[in-house]
């Protein structure tokens, strides 16, 4: 895809006005998309346009605080990274574009950053602590990660064993049928993605074996999806991005260390309940995590930005009022329907049992699946035990 010819900087304000720029890895870009476009919607002055720039997750960091050279970190203009070089912006109708950031007459700084990964698990963050930078985390929806495959593959499961082994030694794996590298497809140590592997396998990112660097999640899915040797090919994306292509690849199951069988992230290989995500079964997950400066209160500094946070993060908020249905059907998971957690900045920690404080489950299933097995109910009263009504169903408290 060639250069976009339209420069981000030179949109007209009247049209698009309160412009903020994200940088960050391409796993969330489905839900920055559809949260953006209910904010380019909004009337007049209320409106904010997202320009959103995903190359890899490691790039909001270098966006947000920068790489030390010579001991100076000085945080690099959006639209340098080097990998995807076209950002996305929405109009007043929803409609998606893309733009170009002028990185020499008129560099900018991002706003905000996004990463499924704590910072540091990114390569020259290891011991960073950004709050020393003026930078907060704001944790928001869950993503599962999906090992993929070409959808005419007879391939149904795989191991964390096995899979230390494919990438590890591609053509010498001696794990039938994943032995040819020229179908195995992977990212650089930028990606939340590949540091989703590494810490499900142990395999260094630097020892991962692959083809191709496909950069995106959506890069990704075409290469698997157009793999000559359907049984050979391999790759993987968040799962939300698995799902929106079920009719190119297929999703493996996943047997985590320990584990005596393999799991979908969802109960079936075609449910969207999540369900295996949200109980544990399913190991491999993380919470998406925004990135901005913010002031001695811990806020966002940038107001436009905390409108944001609010929205994507699944807060109740007044621009996107049904944030948490565009949250369920871009199939992430709010925190209210998950019944397991991890430190959400600590990286893939043990799983612990959760109890959300205002459960979604029911409303959860609902929404993704069409159907729930809750009792529905217009008040408490019309539910039993200790049970309340939320959202129009009896959740479990």
Not at 257 to 266: R, S, V
Not at 378 to 391: L, M, P, Y
Request: aromatic share 10%; proline share 7%; hydrophobic share 35%.
């Amino acid at each position: 895809m060639g250069l976009a010819q339209t420069v981000c900087q030179e949109l007209p304000d009247d049209e698009y006005p309160n412009k903020i720029y994200g940088v960050g890895g391409s796993a969330a870009t489905p839900l920055i998309s559809s949260i953006a476009r209910e904010f380019a919607k909004l009337p007049g002055d209320q409106r904010v346009t997202i320009i959103w720039h995903d190359p890899g997750a490691g790039h909001a960091m270098h966006s947000l605080i920068g790489q030390e050279v010579d001991g100076v970190r000085t945080p690099a203009p959006v639209g340098t990274s080097g990998a995807v070089q076209q950002a996305r912006y929405w109009d007043s109708n929803g409609n998606e574009h893309r733009c170009s950031v002028d990185t020499l007459s008129n560099p900018v700084l991002a706003d905000f950053g996004y990463m499924a990964a704590p910072p540091q698990d990114i390569n020259g963050y290891e011991d960073l602590d950004i709050a020393t930078f003026g930078i907060g985390a704001f944790v928001g929806p869950v993503s599962g990660w999906s090992l993929i495959t070409h959808i005419d593959s007879n391939q149904n499961a795989i191991s964390a064993e096995a899979l230390y082994l494919v990438y590890g030694y591609a053509d010498n794996s001696g794990v039938a049928p994943w032995t040819q590298k020229r179908w195995l497809f992977g990212r650089n140590y930028t990606s939340a993605a590949l540091l989703a592997w590494v810490a499900a396998t142990g395999l260094p990112a630097e020892s991962f074996q692959f083809h191709e660097d496909v950069q995106t999640n959506s890069a990704m899915v075409t290469a698997v999806a157009n793999a000559e040797v359907p049984n050979a090919s391999l790759g993987f994306v968040s799962t939300e991005v698995a799902d929106r292509n079920r009719g190119q690849v297929k999703t493996l199951a996943f047997q985590a260390k320990g584990q005596t069988c393999a799991y979908y992230p969802d109960s079936t290989p075609t449910s969207f309940d999540k369900k295996n995500i949200r109980d544990g079964h399913y190991w491999n997950w993380a919470y998406h995590i925004f990135y901005a400066p913010v002031n001695g209160s811990g806020v966002p500094s940038n107001p436009l930005v905390a409108r944001f946070f609010d929205a994507i993060t699944g807060k109740t908020n007044p621009d996107v009022p049904h944030n948490l249905d565009l949250i369920i059907d871009e199939g992430t998971i709010p925190d209210c329907a998950m019944r397991v957690s991890r430190d959400p900045l600590g990286g893939y920690t043990p799983l612990a049992s959760y109890a959300p404080e205002e459960p979604c489950g029911c409303y959860f299933d609902f929404v993704a699946t069409g159907e729930s097995t809750c009792d529905e109910c217009a008040t408490t009263e019309d539910c039993s035990g200790d049970q309340v009504c939320r959202r129009g169903f009896c959740e479990e408290w």
